[in-house]
Protein backbone atom coordinates (compact mmCIF):
# COMPACT_ATOMS: atom_id res chain seq x y z
CA UNK A 1 0.00 0.00 0.00
CA UNK A 2 2.94 2.46 1.16
CA UNK A 3 3.99 1.89 -2.06
CA UNK A 4 1.35 2.09 -4.69
CA UNK A 5 0.34 6.32 -2.90
CA UNK A 6 4.17 6.73 -3.02
CA UNK A 7 4.36 6.09 -6.32
CA UNK A 8 1.06 8.15 -7.20
CA UNK A 9 2.36 11.13 -5.08
CA UNK A 10 5.84 10.75 -7.55
CA UNK A 11 3.39 10.75 -10.76
CA UNK A 12 1.87 13.98 -9.13
CA UNK A 13 5.03 15.95 -8.47
CA UNK A 14 5.47 16.95 -12.24
CA UNK A 15 2.47 18.23 -12.64
CA UNK A 16 2.61 20.15 -9.37
CA UNK A 17 5.72 21.65 -10.57
CA UNK A 18 4.39 22.80 -13.96
CA UNK A 19 1.63 23.80 -13.00
CA UNK A 20 3.68 26.42 -9.83
CA UNK A 21 6.42 26.97 -13.09
CA UNK A 22 3.29 28.24 -14.97
CA UNK A 23 1.64 30.61 -12.53
CA UNK A 24 5.25 31.79 -11.65
CA UNK A 25 5.39 32.63 -15.59
CA UNK A 26 2.36 34.69 -15.63
CA UNK A 27 3.54 37.13 -12.41
CA UNK A 28 6.54 36.91 -14.70
CA UNK A 29 4.55 38.42 -17.71
CA UNK A 30 2.84 40.86 -15.41
CA UNK A 31 6.17 41.94 -14.25
CA UNK A 32 7.77 42.90 -17.05
CA UNK A 33 4.37 44.48 -18.53
CA UNK A 34 4.21 47.05 -15.52
CA UNK A 35 7.49 47.18 -15.33
CA UNK A 36 7.89 48.26 -19.29
CA UNK A 37 4.49 50.41 -18.84
CA UNK A 38 6.10 52.32 -16.33
CA UNK A 39 10.02 52.77 -16.90
CA UNK A 40 8.01 54.81 -20.02
CA UNK A 41 8.31 57.34 -18.18
CA UNK A 42 11.20 56.56 -15.43
CA UNK A 43 13.55 54.63 -17.45
CA UNK A 44 13.25 54.72 -21.52
CA UNK A 45 15.87 52.63 -21.97
CA UNK A 46 14.55 49.48 -20.31
CA UNK A 47 11.55 49.44 -22.52
CA UNK A 48 12.98 47.32 -25.34
CA UNK A 49 14.78 45.10 -22.96
CA UNK A 50 11.91 44.71 -20.55
CA UNK A 51 9.46 44.12 -23.52
CA UNK A 52 11.83 41.02 -24.82
CA UNK A 53 11.93 39.45 -21.12
CA UNK A 54 8.32 39.73 -21.52
CA UNK A 55 8.34 37.79 -25.07
CA UNK A 56 10.14 35.27 -22.90
CA UNK A 57 8.12 34.62 -20.28
CA UNK A 58 5.22 34.34 -22.39
CA UNK A 59 6.55 32.00 -24.37
CA UNK A 60 7.43 29.56 -21.21
CA UNK A 61 3.61 30.36 -19.95
CA UNK A 62 2.65 28.74 -23.27
CA UNK A 63 5.07 25.68 -23.07
CA UNK A 64 4.14 25.01 -19.47
CA UNK A 65 0.60 25.41 -20.56
CA UNK A 66 0.36 23.08 -23.31
CA UNK A 67 2.21 20.65 -21.07
CA UNK A 68 -1.00 21.34 -18.36
CA UNK A 69 -3.57 20.94 -21.37
CA UNK A 70 -1.87 17.62 -22.70
CA UNK A 71 -2.03 16.22 -19.57
CA UNK A 72 -5.67 17.20 -18.45
CA UNK A 73 -4.31 19.44 -15.58
CA UNK A 74 -5.66 22.44 -14.42
CA UNK A 75 -3.44 25.65 -13.90
CA UNK A 76 -2.22 26.28 -9.87
CA UNK A 77 -4.87 28.31 -7.85
CA UNK A 78 -2.09 30.82 -7.07
CA UNK A 79 -2.31 31.80 -10.71
CA UNK A 80 -4.09 34.75 -10.23
CA UNK A 81 -2.34 35.93 -7.01
CA UNK A 82 0.67 35.49 -9.32
CA UNK A 83 -0.48 38.01 -11.87
CA UNK A 84 -2.17 40.68 -9.53
CA UNK A 85 1.00 40.65 -7.43
CA UNK A 86 3.56 41.19 -10.26
CA UNK A 87 1.90 43.30 -11.92
CA UNK A 88 1.41 45.27 -8.53
CA UNK A 89 5.71 44.65 -8.25
CA UNK A 90 6.07 45.83 -11.26
CA UNK A 91 4.11 49.03 -11.27
CA UNK A 92 6.20 49.99 -7.98
CA UNK A 93 9.95 49.11 -8.85
CA UNK A 94 9.24 50.18 -11.98
CA UNK A 95 8.50 53.70 -10.70
CA UNK A 96 11.54 53.88 -8.78
CA UNK A 97 13.77 53.17 -12.16
CA UNK A 98 16.45 51.38 -13.52
CA UNK A 99 18.06 49.83 -9.89
CA UNK A 100 15.12 48.91 -9.08
CA UNK A 101 14.17 47.13 -11.98
CA UNK A 102 17.54 45.29 -12.02
CA UNK A 103 17.21 44.11 -7.95
CA UNK A 104 13.54 43.02 -8.92
CA UNK A 105 14.48 40.64 -11.44
CA UNK A 106 18.30 39.24 -10.32
CA UNK A 107 16.16 38.77 -6.81
CA UNK A 108 13.04 36.63 -8.64
CA UNK A 109 15.95 34.83 -11.55
CA UNK A 110 17.78 33.58 -8.28
CA UNK A 111 15.10 32.14 -6.54
CA UNK A 112 13.51 30.48 -9.62
CA UNK A 113 16.57 29.46 -10.59
CA UNK A 114 17.17 27.25 -7.65
CA UNK A 115 14.05 25.66 -8.05
CA UNK A 116 14.29 25.46 -11.41
CA UNK A 117 17.19 23.13 -11.00
CA UNK A 118 16.18 21.26 -8.47
CA UNK A 119 12.87 20.44 -10.40
CA UNK A 120 15.76 18.72 -12.74
CA UNK A 121 17.07 17.13 -10.71
CA UNK A 122 13.92 15.13 -9.42
CA UNK A 123 12.15 15.55 -12.94
CA UNK A 124 15.03 13.29 -14.54
CA UNK A 125 14.05 10.21 -13.44
CA UNK A 126 10.24 10.99 -12.67
CA UNK A 127 8.80 12.75 -16.37
CA UNK A 128 10.69 13.05 -19.61
CA UNK A 129 8.40 15.46 -20.71
CA UNK A 130 8.10 17.52 -17.66
CA UNK A 131 12.32 17.60 -17.57
CA UNK A 132 12.31 18.78 -21.14
CA UNK A 133 9.93 21.78 -20.29
CA UNK A 134 11.81 23.04 -17.46
CA UNK A 135 14.96 22.69 -19.15
CA UNK A 136 13.67 24.15 -21.95
CA UNK A 137 13.48 28.03 -20.32
CA UNK A 138 17.05 27.69 -18.03
CA UNK A 139 18.88 29.12 -20.48
CA UNK A 140 16.46 32.60 -21.03
CA UNK A 141 15.89 32.57 -17.52
CA UNK A 142 19.58 32.76 -16.79
CA UNK A 143 19.98 35.20 -19.23
CA UNK A 144 17.01 37.80 -17.57
CA UNK A 145 19.37 37.21 -14.49
CA UNK A 146 22.70 38.08 -16.05
CA UNK A 147 21.74 41.07 -17.73
CA UNK A 148 19.79 42.65 -14.50
CA UNK A 149 23.23 41.36 -12.55
CA UNK A 150 25.01 44.41 -14.71
CA UNK A 151 22.49 47.16 -14.13
CA UNK A 152 22.88 46.48 -10.04
CA UNK A 153 25.91 48.05 -10.42
CA UNK A 154 24.36 51.54 -10.72
CA UNK A 155 22.38 51.66 -7.67
CA UNK A 156 23.25 50.78 -4.28
CA UNK A 157 19.52 51.36 -2.22
CA UNK A 158 17.02 49.69 -3.60
CA UNK A 159 19.03 46.45 -4.45
CA UNK A 160 19.68 46.35 -0.75
CA UNK A 161 15.70 46.70 -0.24
CA UNK A 162 14.31 45.19 -2.94
CA UNK A 163 16.45 41.95 -3.38
CA UNK A 164 15.59 40.53 0.11
CA UNK A 165 11.79 41.25 0.37
CA UNK A 166 11.59 39.95 -3.42
CA UNK A 167 13.31 36.95 -2.83
CA UNK A 168 10.91 35.89 0.67
CA UNK A 169 7.95 37.11 -1.52
CA UNK A 170 9.17 34.83 -4.39
CA UNK A 171 9.55 31.81 -1.98
CA UNK A 172 6.93 32.22 -0.43
CA UNK A 173 4.56 32.44 -3.61
CA UNK A 174 6.16 29.05 -4.88
CA UNK A 175 5.80 27.44 -1.26
CA UNK A 176 1.98 28.41 -1.57
CA UNK A 177 1.61 27.55 -5.10
CA UNK A 178 3.10 24.05 -3.79
CA UNK A 179 0.63 23.49 -1.28
CA UNK A 180 -2.32 24.57 -3.23
Same mark, same amino acid.
Given at each position: ????????????????????????????????????????????????????????????????????????????????L???????? !??????????? +???? @?? $? &????? %?????E???????????????????????????????????? !?????R????? +???? @?? $? &????? %???
Amino acid at each position: MHALVQTSANQRLPQRFIKVDHAGEHGAVCIYRAQAWVCRFTAPGLVPMLNAFRTHEEGHRALFGRYLAGHNVQRCRSYHLCGIGGFTL !GIITGAFGRSA +VAAT @TV $A &VERVV %LRHLNEQLRQLASLDAEAHAAVAAIVLEETEHHDTATLDLQQ !GRFWPRLIMPV +VSGA @TE $A &VIWLG %LKL
